[in-house]
Protein backbone atom coordinates (compact mmCIF):
# COMPACT_ATOMS: atom_id res chain seq x y z
CA UNK A 1 0.00 0.00 0.00
CA UNK A 2 0.93 3.71 -0.13
CA UNK A 3 0.20 5.53 2.73
CA UNK A 4 0.08 9.29 3.45
CA UNK A 5 0.91 10.33 7.10
CA UNK A 6 -0.06 14.05 8.03
CA UNK A 7 2.17 15.06 11.08
CA UNK A 8 5.58 13.85 12.15
CA UNK A 9 4.59 14.14 15.75
CA UNK A 10 5.30 10.96 18.25
CA UNK A 11 2.14 9.42 16.68
CA UNK A 12 2.37 10.37 13.32
CA UNK A 13 5.86 9.01 13.55
CA UNK A 14 5.21 5.54 15.32
CA UNK A 15 2.79 5.08 12.63
CA UNK A 16 5.40 5.14 9.63
CA UNK A 17 7.62 3.10 11.46
CA UNK A 18 5.55 0.36 11.84
CA UNK A 19 4.15 0.65 8.39
CA UNK A 20 7.68 0.72 6.88
CA UNK A 21 8.38 -2.26 8.39
CA UNK A 22 5.52 -3.86 7.54
CA UNK A 23 6.86 -3.40 3.46
CA UNK A 24 4.31 -0.25 2.77
CA UNK A 25 4.98 2.59 1.02
CA UNK A 26 4.83 5.53 3.50
CA UNK A 27 4.77 9.69 2.73
CA UNK A 28 5.11 11.83 5.80
CA UNK A 29 4.40 15.70 5.46
CA UNK A 30 4.80 17.96 8.12
CA UNK A 31 4.29 21.49 8.44
CA UNK A 32 7.16 22.64 10.55
CA UNK A 33 10.74 22.43 9.86
CA UNK A 34 11.67 19.14 12.27
CA UNK A 35 9.86 16.12 13.46
CA UNK A 36 8.48 15.91 17.06
CA UNK A 37 5.09 18.21 16.88
CA UNK A 38 5.30 19.38 20.44
CA UNK A 39 8.46 16.88 21.91
CA UNK A 40 11.36 19.08 20.13
CA UNK A 41 14.47 20.41 21.30
CA UNK A 42 15.97 23.49 20.23
CA UNK A 43 19.91 24.34 20.72
CA UNK A 44 20.29 28.13 22.16
CA UNK A 45 23.20 30.02 21.20
CA UNK A 46 25.09 29.75 24.10
CA UNK A 47 25.40 25.79 23.79
CA UNK A 48 22.51 24.95 25.86
CA UNK A 49 19.63 22.42 25.04
CA UNK A 50 15.74 23.96 25.52
CA UNK A 51 13.04 21.42 24.98
CA UNK A 52 10.21 23.03 23.89
CA UNK A 53 8.30 22.98 27.28
CA UNK A 54 9.76 21.53 30.22
CA UNK A 55 8.78 17.81 29.54
CA UNK A 56 9.52 14.18 31.05
CA UNK A 57 9.79 10.55 29.99
CA UNK A 58 8.45 7.48 32.03
CA UNK A 59 10.37 4.62 30.84
CA UNK A 60 7.60 2.43 32.03
CA UNK A 61 5.48 3.73 29.32
CA UNK A 62 4.13 0.17 27.32
CA UNK A 63 3.99 1.77 24.09
CA UNK A 64 7.57 3.55 23.98
CA UNK A 65 9.10 -0.17 25.61
CA UNK A 66 7.78 -1.45 22.17
CA UNK A 67 8.96 1.63 19.95
CA UNK A 68 12.64 3.19 21.46
CA UNK A 69 15.34 1.40 22.24
CA UNK A 70 16.50 3.13 25.37
CA UNK A 71 20.19 2.67 25.26
CA UNK A 72 20.30 4.36 22.04
CA UNK A 73 18.50 7.48 24.04
CA UNK A 74 21.01 7.41 26.77
CA UNK A 75 18.11 8.11 29.37
CA UNK A 76 19.51 10.35 32.49
CA UNK A 77 17.12 9.74 35.71
CA UNK A 78 15.86 12.40 38.02
CA UNK A 79 15.40 11.35 41.57
CA UNK A 80 12.24 9.89 43.13
CA UNK A 81 10.64 12.49 45.27
CA UNK A 82 10.29 16.00 45.33
CA UNK A 83 11.32 19.33 46.96
CA UNK A 84 8.93 21.83 48.42
CA UNK A 85 9.44 25.24 48.95
CA UNK A 86 7.21 26.82 51.08
CA UNK A 87 8.15 30.22 52.84
CA UNK A 88 11.45 29.94 52.73
CA UNK A 89 11.44 26.00 54.21
CA UNK A 90 12.31 23.54 52.01
CA UNK A 91 11.46 19.87 52.78
CA UNK A 92 11.88 16.65 50.87
CA UNK A 93 9.23 14.24 50.10
CA UNK A 94 10.10 10.85 48.94
CA UNK A 95 8.79 7.43 47.93
CA UNK A 96 10.68 5.51 50.21
CA UNK A 97 10.56 2.12 48.20
CA UNK A 98 12.77 3.99 45.70
CA UNK A 99 14.68 6.43 47.34
CA UNK A 100 15.61 5.15 50.66
CA UNK A 101 18.20 7.60 51.42
CA UNK A 102 15.51 10.04 51.75
CA UNK A 103 13.23 7.74 54.18
CA UNK A 104 14.21 10.06 57.09
CA UNK A 105 13.59 13.49 55.88
CA UNK A 106 10.71 12.35 54.86
CA UNK A 107 9.03 11.00 57.68
CA UNK A 108 10.12 14.37 59.10
CA UNK A 109 8.64 16.33 56.21
CA UNK A 110 6.16 17.98 57.78
CA UNK A 111 4.22 18.59 54.55
CA UNK A 112 2.50 15.61 55.27
CA UNK A 113 0.97 13.56 58.25
CA UNK A 114 2.37 10.33 58.57
CA UNK A 115 -1.27 8.62 57.74
CA UNK A 116 -0.43 10.54 54.63
CA UNK A 117 2.91 9.02 54.01
CA UNK A 118 1.82 5.58 54.44
CA UNK A 119 -1.35 6.11 52.40
CA UNK A 120 1.26 6.81 49.82
CA UNK A 121 3.31 3.95 50.03
CA UNK A 122 -0.10 1.85 50.16
CA UNK A 123 -1.36 3.66 46.84
CA UNK A 124 2.90 3.46 45.11
CA UNK A 125 2.10 -1.01 46.05
CA UNK A 126 -1.39 -1.20 44.88
CA UNK A 127 -1.12 0.77 41.55
CA UNK A 128 2.48 -0.46 40.72
CA UNK A 129 0.83 -3.46 40.84
CA UNK A 130 -1.34 -2.65 38.24
CA UNK A 131 0.44 -0.42 36.05
CA UNK A 132 1.93 -3.94 35.23
CA UNK A 133 -1.36 -5.30 33.72
CA UNK A 134 -2.04 -2.00 32.14
CA UNK A 135 -1.40 -0.15 28.64
CA UNK A 136 -3.14 2.55 28.30
CA UNK A 137 -5.15 5.64 30.42
CA UNK A 138 -8.02 3.50 28.53
CA UNK A 139 -7.38 0.48 30.10
CA UNK A 140 -8.10 1.84 33.61
CA UNK A 141 -11.05 0.74 35.50
CA UNK A 142 -11.97 2.98 38.42
CA UNK A 143 -15.37 5.21 38.89
CA UNK A 144 -14.18 8.10 36.51
CA UNK A 145 -13.88 11.45 39.27
CA UNK A 146 -11.80 14.07 39.39
CA UNK A 147 -8.04 13.53 40.51
CA UNK A 148 -8.98 15.82 43.91
CA UNK A 149 -11.71 13.85 44.39
CA UNK A 150 -10.33 10.30 43.76
CA UNK A 151 -7.23 11.78 46.49
CA UNK A 152 -9.92 12.74 49.03
CA UNK A 153 -12.12 9.56 48.47
CA UNK A 154 -8.71 7.58 49.07
CA UNK A 155 -7.87 8.94 52.66
CA UNK A 156 -5.53 11.85 51.75
CA UNK A 157 -5.58 14.88 53.52
CA UNK A 158 -5.94 18.76 52.50
CA UNK A 159 -2.11 18.92 53.70
CA UNK A 160 -0.45 16.58 51.38
CA UNK A 161 -3.11 17.55 48.44
CA UNK A 162 -1.96 21.13 48.62
CA UNK A 163 1.68 20.84 49.21
CA UNK A 164 2.52 17.74 46.81
CA UNK A 165 -0.10 16.30 44.86
CA UNK A 166 -1.32 19.63 43.38
CA UNK A 167 2.02 20.94 41.92
CA UNK A 168 3.38 17.33 41.31
CA UNK A 169 0.84 16.52 39.43
CA UNK A 170 -0.20 19.92 38.28
CA UNK A 171 2.96 20.00 36.34
CA UNK A 172 1.87 16.66 34.86
CA UNK A 173 -1.18 17.94 33.69
CA UNK A 174 -0.81 21.39 33.86
CA UNK A 175 -4.00 22.03 35.95
CA UNK A 176 -3.18 22.41 39.71
CA UNK A 177 -6.97 22.03 40.66
CA UNK A 178 -6.23 18.70 40.28
CA UNK A 179 -9.53 18.96 38.10
CA UNK A 180 -8.38 16.17 35.12
CA UNK A 181 -9.58 12.59 35.43
CA UNK A 182 -8.59 9.93 37.65
CA UNK A 183 -8.19 7.43 35.54
CA UNK A 184 -5.30 9.67 34.03
CA UNK A 185 -3.77 9.87 38.27
CA UNK A 186 -3.93 6.43 38.36
CA UNK A 187 -1.96 5.28 34.93
CA UNK A 188 0.16 8.22 35.44
CA UNK A 189 1.02 6.84 39.42
CA UNK A 190 1.59 3.39 37.90
CA UNK A 191 3.94 4.53 35.49
CA UNK A 192 6.20 6.35 38.32
CA UNK A 193 5.71 3.29 40.58
CA UNK A 194 6.85 0.89 38.01
CA UNK A 195 9.68 2.61 36.28
CA UNK A 196 12.02 5.80 35.70
CA UNK A 197 11.23 9.54 35.31
CA UNK A 198 14.02 10.40 32.91
CA UNK A 199 15.40 12.76 29.96
CA UNK A 200 17.54 11.49 26.91
CA UNK A 201 21.08 13.02 27.39
CA UNK A 202 20.69 15.19 24.89
CA UNK A 203 17.06 16.25 24.85
CA UNK A 204 13.41 15.45 24.57
CA UNK A 205 13.89 15.17 20.80
CA UNK A 206 15.79 12.49 20.69
CA UNK A 207 12.81 10.62 20.97
CA UNK A 208 11.16 11.47 18.04
CA UNK A 209 14.71 11.70 16.24
CA UNK A 210 15.31 7.67 17.22
CA UNK A 211 11.54 7.31 15.19
CA UNK A 212 12.24 9.21 11.84
CA UNK A 213 15.58 7.13 11.89
CA UNK A 214 13.31 4.00 10.44
CA UNK A 215 11.82 5.90 7.57
CA UNK A 216 13.05 4.95 4.47
CA UNK A 217 15.11 7.94 2.71
CA UNK A 218 13.42 10.60 0.84
CA UNK A 219 9.55 9.61 2.73
CA UNK A 220 9.53 12.37 5.38
CA UNK A 221 8.71 15.83 3.31
CA UNK A 222 9.44 18.61 5.90
CA UNK A 223 8.77 22.29 6.00
CA UNK A 224 5.37 20.88 3.31
CA UNK A 225 1.78 21.94 4.83
CA UNK A 226 -1.33 19.66 4.24
CA UNK A 227 -3.57 21.81 2.31
CA UNK A 228 -6.65 19.15 2.20
CA UNK A 229 -7.08 15.84 1.95
CA UNK A 230 -8.13 14.47 -1.64
CA UNK A 231 -11.88 12.95 -1.82
CA UNK A 232 -13.16 10.38 -4.69
CA UNK A 233 -16.88 10.14 -4.09
CA UNK A 234 -17.08 9.42 -0.58
CA UNK A 235 -13.14 8.54 0.39
CA UNK A 236 -10.08 9.92 0.79
CA UNK A 237 -7.89 9.39 -1.97
CA UNK A 238 -4.86 11.54 -1.12
CA UNK A 239 -3.74 15.05 0.06
CA UNK A 240 -2.91 18.81 -1.70
CA UNK A 241 0.50 19.62 -0.04
CA UNK A 242 2.62 22.50 -1.53
CA UNK A 243 -0.32 22.99 -4.31
CA UNK A 244 0.53 19.42 -5.28
CA UNK A 245 -1.31 16.28 -5.06
CA UNK A 246 -0.38 13.10 -3.82
CA UNK A 247 -2.12 10.19 -4.04
CA UNK A 248 -2.71 7.31 -1.60
CA UNK A 249 -4.33 4.14 -0.50
CA UNK A 250 -4.83 5.76 2.77
CA UNK A 251 -4.29 8.68 4.88
CA UNK A 252 -3.45 8.78 8.30
CA UNK A 253 -3.87 12.38 10.32
CA UNK A 254 -1.98 12.17 12.39
CA UNK A 255 -1.90 16.46 13.85
CA UNK A 256 -3.05 17.99 17.08
CA UNK A 257 -6.48 17.83 17.86
CA UNK A 258 -8.11 21.28 16.61
CA UNK A 259 -6.07 20.56 13.13
CA UNK A 260 -7.38 17.15 12.93
CA UNK A 261 -10.83 18.35 13.08
CA UNK A 262 -10.42 21.01 10.79
CA UNK A 263 -8.57 19.22 8.22
CA UNK A 264 -10.81 16.25 8.09
CA UNK A 265 -14.54 17.34 9.23
CA UNK A 266 -14.25 15.07 12.14
CA UNK A 267 -15.11 15.49 15.55
CA UNK A 268 -11.80 15.41 18.30
CA UNK A 269 -11.85 16.40 21.37
CA UNK A 270 -11.75 20.51 22.38
CA UNK A 271 -10.39 22.55 25.08
CA UNK A 272 -6.85 22.62 26.27
CA UNK A 273 -3.73 23.39 28.90
CA UNK A 274 -0.69 25.18 28.10
CA UNK A 275 2.34 26.72 30.05
CA UNK A 276 4.57 28.89 29.94
CA UNK A 277 8.31 27.09 29.71
CA UNK A 278 11.24 29.90 31.35
CA UNK A 279 14.74 28.70 31.11
CA UNK A 280 17.81 30.43 33.28
CA UNK A 281 21.56 29.91 32.91
CA UNK A 282 21.94 29.01 36.82
CA UNK A 283 25.20 29.82 38.87
CA UNK A 284 25.05 27.83 41.99
CA UNK A 285 22.73 24.95 43.10
CA UNK A 286 19.07 24.68 42.89
CA UNK A 287 17.33 21.47 43.83
CA UNK A 288 19.71 18.77 42.14
CA UNK A 289 18.00 15.86 40.73
CA UNK A 290 14.76 16.32 42.08
CA UNK A 291 11.56 18.47 40.87
CA UNK A 292 11.57 21.65 42.48
CA UNK A 293 7.32 22.26 43.63
CA UNK A 294 5.37 25.56 45.02
CA UNK A 295 2.52 24.34 47.16
CA UNK A 296 -0.85 25.72 46.80
CA UNK A 297 -1.43 29.43 48.65
CA UNK A 298 -2.29 32.79 48.95
CA UNK A 299 -1.34 34.57 46.52
CA UNK A 300 -0.40 31.24 44.23
CA UNK A 301 2.95 31.02 43.61
CA UNK A 302 4.30 32.39 40.20
CA UNK A 303 6.33 29.13 38.90
CA UNK A 304 4.72 25.75 39.96
CA UNK A 305 7.62 23.71 39.38
CA UNK A 306 11.42 23.83 38.61
CA UNK A 307 13.98 21.57 37.39
CA UNK A 308 18.18 21.76 37.41
CA UNK A 309 18.16 19.94 34.20
CA UNK A 310 21.84 20.31 34.03
CA UNK A 311 21.82 17.95 37.62
CA UNK A 312 20.19 15.23 35.26
CA UNK A 313 22.04 15.55 31.75
CA UNK A 314 25.50 17.15 32.06
CA UNK A 315 24.50 17.80 28.35
CA UNK A 316 22.35 20.20 28.67
CA UNK A 317 24.27 23.16 29.29
CA UNK A 318 27.93 23.84 28.10
CA UNK A 319 30.78 22.84 30.62
CA UNK A 320 30.47 23.83 33.71
CA UNK A 321 27.01 25.74 33.66
CA UNK A 322 24.15 24.97 34.77
CA UNK A 323 20.25 25.17 33.16
CA UNK A 324 16.71 25.39 35.12
CA UNK A 325 13.84 24.93 33.80
CA UNK A 326 10.81 26.61 35.67
CA UNK A 327 6.72 26.01 34.74
CA UNK A 328 4.03 28.59 35.36
CA UNK A 329 0.74 27.49 34.22
CA UNK A 330 -1.32 30.49 34.87
CA UNK A 331 -1.58 33.46 31.90
CA UNK A 332 0.04 32.59 29.07
CA UNK A 333 0.08 36.44 27.53
CA UNK A 334 2.20 37.55 29.96
CA UNK A 335 5.29 39.96 29.13
CA UNK A 336 8.65 38.66 28.87
CA UNK A 337 10.10 41.39 31.26
CA UNK A 338 7.11 40.29 33.39
CA UNK A 339 7.96 36.55 33.72
CA UNK A 340 11.40 37.42 33.79
CA UNK A 341 10.97 39.60 36.68
CA UNK A 342 8.19 37.45 38.54
CA UNK A 343 9.88 34.29 38.20
CA UNK A 344 13.22 35.31 39.79
CA UNK A 345 11.48 36.97 42.96
CA UNK A 346 10.45 33.45 43.34
CA UNK A 347 13.61 31.54 42.43
CA UNK A 348 15.91 34.26 44.69
CA UNK A 349 13.27 33.22 47.58
CA UNK A 350 13.84 29.67 46.60
CA UNK A 351 17.66 29.45 45.88
CA UNK A 352 19.18 32.47 47.82
CA UNK A 353 22.68 31.40 46.97
CA UNK A 354 22.21 31.14 42.94
CA UNK A 355 22.26 33.76 40.33
CA UNK A 356 19.75 33.66 37.40
CA UNK A 357 20.50 34.67 33.61
CA UNK A 358 17.56 34.52 31.89
CA UNK A 359 17.80 32.35 28.45
CA UNK A 360 14.41 31.85 26.45
CA UNK A 361 10.49 31.69 27.33
CA UNK A 362 8.51 28.96 25.36
CA UNK A 363 4.53 30.52 25.68
CA UNK A 364 2.63 26.84 25.13
CA UNK A 365 -1.12 27.33 24.79
CA UNK A 366 -1.74 23.43 23.73
CA UNK A 367 0.59 21.12 25.14
CA UNK A 368 -2.37 18.86 26.09
CA UNK A 369 -5.93 18.33 25.20
CA UNK A 370 -8.22 18.88 28.30
CA UNK A 371 -8.93 15.89 30.11
CA UNK A 372 -11.82 16.08 32.26
CA UNK A 373 -13.59 13.04 33.75
CA UNK A 374 -15.59 10.99 31.38
CA UNK A 375 -13.66 12.31 27.96
CA UNK A 376 -11.82 8.79 27.43
CA UNK A 377 -14.89 7.40 26.88
CA UNK A 378 -15.62 10.07 24.03
CA UNK A 379 -12.40 10.09 21.99
CA UNK A 380 -13.08 8.87 18.23
CA UNK A 381 -11.42 5.93 17.07
CA UNK A 382 -8.46 5.89 14.83
CA UNK A 383 -10.58 4.61 11.72
CA UNK A 384 -12.98 6.74 10.62
CA UNK A 385 -17.02 6.23 9.14
CA UNK A 386 -14.69 7.62 5.67
CA UNK A 387 -13.11 4.91 3.69
CA UNK A 388 -9.27 6.01 3.22
CA UNK A 389 -9.20 8.11 6.18
CA UNK A 390 -7.96 7.66 9.76
CA UNK A 391 -6.59 9.28 12.71
CA UNK A 392 -3.35 9.05 15.04
CA UNK A 393 -2.48 11.81 17.97
CA UNK A 394 -3.01 11.54 21.48
CA UNK A 395 -6.31 12.72 21.53
CA UNK A 396 -7.67 9.42 20.38
CA UNK A 397 -5.77 7.92 23.46
CA UNK A 398 -4.28 10.01 26.22
CA UNK A 399 -2.56 13.32 26.61
CA UNK A 400 0.86 11.86 27.15
CA UNK A 401 3.92 10.39 25.22
CA UNK A 402 2.74 7.12 25.76
CA UNK A 403 -0.94 8.11 24.36
CA UNK A 404 0.61 9.63 21.91
CA UNK A 405 3.04 6.27 20.15
CA UNK A 406 0.02 4.21 21.10
CA UNK A 407 -2.27 5.87 18.81
CA UNK A 408 0.55 5.52 16.34
CA UNK A 409 0.52 1.96 16.60
CA UNK A 410 -3.10 1.41 16.91
CA UNK A 411 -3.78 3.47 13.84
CA UNK A 412 -1.53 1.76 11.52
CA UNK A 413 -2.40 -1.59 12.60
CA UNK A 414 -6.04 -0.17 11.97
CA UNK A 415 -4.91 0.64 8.41
CA UNK A 416 -3.45 -2.56 7.76
CA UNK A 417 -6.56 -4.51 8.49
CA UNK A 418 -8.92 -2.24 6.97
CA UNK A 419 -7.27 -2.82 3.87
CA UNK A 420 -6.92 -6.48 4.00
CA UNK A 421 -10.36 -6.84 4.76
CA UNK A 422 -11.39 -4.79 1.76
CA UNK A 423 -9.29 -6.97 -0.47
Known amino acids: MRVITVGAGLAGLTCAKMLAARGHETLVFEASDGVGGRVRTDRHGDGFLLDRGFQVFFTAYPAARRHLDYGKLDLRSFDPGAVIHDCGRREVLSDPLRDPASALPGLLARSASLTDKLNTVRLAVELGAKGARVGSVSEVEIEDTSTREYLYGAGFSRRIIGNF ?6 GIFLDRTLSTSARVFQFTFAMLATGKTTVPARGMGEIPAQLASHLREGSLHLNSPVEQLLRDGGRVVGVRAGGEEHEADAVVVATESPEAAKLTGER ?17 EADGRKVGLAPEGEPEPFFNNTAELSAVSDLYAPEGRGLLSAVHVGQLDLSDGEVYRRGVEQLSEWYPDADFRPLAVYRLPYCQFAQPPGVHR ?3 ANLTGTPGLFLAGEFTEDASINGAMLSGERAAQAVMETRWEAR
Open 268 to 284: TPEGAVGEVCVYYELSG
Open 165 to 170: YSPFYG
Open 378 to 380: RTP
